[in-house]
């Protein structure tokens, strides 16, 4: 940015900043407080000394340590084990350590008697801590967590429709800018995601998943919200844990099991749900659990249909060849999906599980998903199927004796793919035309990870160590009036393995944890078509570090690199694949890589203003460069191609850069909560400072809820998109100029929730859940800073839902 531009910046933004300086500062101030004598926090930090062991016998040590009582089925802790625990924590951390590995949580009911549950447990203010698993490989509380992740739990899965719309309120993340269908959602992660080649992994239960199948017609994770137990949302260089691809960062969704179907105090049960949404929308899901405490073995089975027919945006975003306007997207969308999954415990410390999912979307719909509004007036609606299904087969064992032996092993099939068409007769000359396109890819592989706790002196340490494989074979056919079409990259295959360890060692009595990991990556790309392959290695190392000042405030360090090699696409493509361009391959062709470091804090204190109450917040910031960046040139300017377009060849072109802030900050109170996020991206090329891949806007969310009677919360939220400052401004396209975004805009969304009889039999059965709300109560527009003013893509409009849950 140069200095007329900084000079013109907007005075709200500077605004903005200022108050965000300021929050900061007062985290820092109470932090401080803290070690300059301020009331020490309900939770009293003491000295644990409990060696690792069987669960059972590590909760009794706790007990007495603590004084706090724990119902603890034995159902539940026979054949697991604790890793133990030394050093000054708060007896709530100190839980949390102890049932890291095992599986379980702890939850605190209002009369404060803390109940074990398998799984994760609701959380409650003053509850123990959000864990994240995916950043490390190990159980880890976020706040000490050395990057910047977000887990997304079941309120704001309830909340949106898709994974997609619910990462929309996380900090570094950025949605819109699409068409509003499930067949196409826009998204990316500290720049990366949709239109950016898999540079950011998307994973369900461990099976990758590629958010476009090759292709810009779609973008979807083909997920179900009412299936998914929680999403855990990385950002920035990840490779380590993940393999290649971790640019922007890694999506993990988790599905749910049968305990989490069963009605509370049950072994078995039913559950059911249904939603209604007024902007077009609706969808029902059934399901049948048993999992007894007392058997070795559970079983789920779910089904779900939906339906979304034509959706109204915020405003008229176009007119008609009659001058009328058009507000409404043109769409029809049938979901089905289908979920079978068994576990049995064969002994102590066994678990094997097998799952099938099956996702199947019909649609009417437009030739490009996310971008095309409205039929084409020639071919009629295009007539697709988009599907996903995984067969996940995963086994673990926990030694009871052996601290060192907790292995877990998968295997996964998964095949996906979107097939689409249309038939018309053309007016002109009474022909028939008819088109049929696929793409399809098709994965299988295997994970196996083995988690060792150790001590080293006065040191505790624990060691992921794994490897995994993974084939994929990717295709597409064209059929144009029976006519194939080849695709010069089409089909091909990769071929992916790796072999990474990640040591996490805490010294001084838990005062600092550092994390030492490394990867080494060997892949392998084919493509039918060609001879020979291109393949390669690189090897991802990884630092981190949590220092605890004082109670409550940890300042965080990390470092990590990340990669991601060429696709076949962009090595081997040649010919005329679109109308733009001719392609020549590239076999020389380097993987991009990028090192990024991060910096921050997190502070929590528990006891603020009441006993019961507790505030936290983290805040990072992230620098990182990217090196080798693959973009399509233009190549051999003085020539034309056959067809009499121009050349285009995939280089390693760019270098970019970026930084940024990522902050997070909630208070919560037996009466309600409130939340802040704010997050802001600059991502430059090099070579000229302009933005890449796209452009940017600060984001702020504030979000707060109030429980207004036992068991009624209302709540809200509301996102606001600062004035972005893009680089270039503009873009000229058939001798016209075009603007990008230059404006700010606010989407507020309010809830209630009921649920009258969690804890216990009455209305509809148990747990049930009554859930009303309106999403963009003020039917404001919204323009991803991406897009040029003139978008079509104005936003959802107003939507009012209402669901109906209920286990029994």
Known sequence: MNRLQKARQPAQRVVARAVFAALSAMTMTAAASAKDGAPAAVDTVRQYRIEP?????????????????????????????????????????????????TGLSAGRAADGRWTLHAGAAPRQAGSLPTITVVGTSLETDARIYPGSVAVIGREALEQHGTVISAMSELPGVTTGG???????????IRGFGYQSEDRVIVLQDGVRRSVSLYSNHISSFRSDNDLLKQVEVVKGASSVQNGGGAIGGV??????????????????????????????????????????????????????KGRA???????????????????????????????????????????????????????ETTWQTLYHTNYSTTTGPVIGELQQRDTVAKYRYIDPTRAWLNVTGTVYHSRSSYDR????????????????????????????????????????????????????????????????????????????????????????DGRLVTQLSGRYDRFDRRVDANEGSYDGDH??????????????????????????????????????????????????LKPETIREYELGFSYEKKGVFAAADSFETKLMYFDGHIQDMIALALVRPDETSPEGSPYGMYRNVDRVKRHGVEWQASYEHALGGISLAYSTLSQKNEANDQDTPQAFADKLNIGAFFNATPGLRLGGSVTHWFKPSPNPASLVSGGKTYWYVRDDYTVANVYARWRPNAQGSGFFGRDLSVRVGVNNVFDASYLNARDVETTTRVGKGRNVFATLETRF
């Open 251 to 304: 999506v993990a969704m988790t599905t749910k099991d049968a305990k989490d179907f069963v009605p509370t105090g049950q072994h078995a049960g039913f559950a059911v749900k249904t939603r209604y949404e007024s902007n077009d929308y609706r969808e029902g899901y059934v399901a049948a659990a048993y999992a007894p405490d007392d058997k070795p073995y559970e079983l789920l089975a779910y089904a779900k």
């Open 178 to 188: 699409d068409s509003g269908r499930m067949t196409g959602e826009q998204f990316n």
């Open 539 to 588: 090897f991802s190392p990884r630092l981190g570090a949590s220092l605890r000042v004082v109670p409550g405030l940890q300042f965080l360090a990390n470092w990590s690199e990340a990669f991601r090699a060429p696709t076949p696409h962009e090595t081997s493509s040649e010919g005329p694949l679109n109308p733009h361009y001719w392609y020549l391959p590239n076999p020389n």
């Open 421 to 508: 068409g249309y038939t018309y007769v053309d007016i002109r000359n009474g022909a028939t035309n008819a088109l049929d396109y696929e793409n399809a890819d098709k994965r299988y592989g295997l994970r196996l990870s083995n988690e060792a706790h150790f001590e080293t002196g006065s040191v505790l340490h624990r060691l992921v160590a794994g490897v995994d494989y993974e084939k994929r074979k990717e295709d597409a056919t064209y059929l144009l009036n029976g006519v194939y079409s080849d695709f010069g990259s089409l089909p091909n295959t990769y071929k992916d393995s790796g072999a990474y360890g990640h040591l996490e060692s805490t010294f001084w």
């Open 309 to 363: 027919g034509d959706m109204k945006m915020s405003r008229q975003f176009s007119v008609d060849a009659n001058g009328k306007g058009i507000d409404t997207v043109d769409n029809d969308e049938d979901l089905r999906v289908l979920y079978l999954q068994g576990a049995i415990r064969p002994a102590a410390g066994h678990r094997l599980s097998l799952s099938h999912y099956d996702y199947k979307l019909d649609n």
């Open 53 to 101: 062991g069987p669960l059972a016998a590590a909760l009794e040590q706790f007990k007495a340590l603590s004084g706090i009582v724990i119902e603890a089925p034995a159902a539940l802790t026979e054949g697991r084990r604790s890793p133990g625990l030394s050093g000054e924590y708060g007896a709530e951390m100190a839980l949390s350590r102890l049932l890291q590995g």
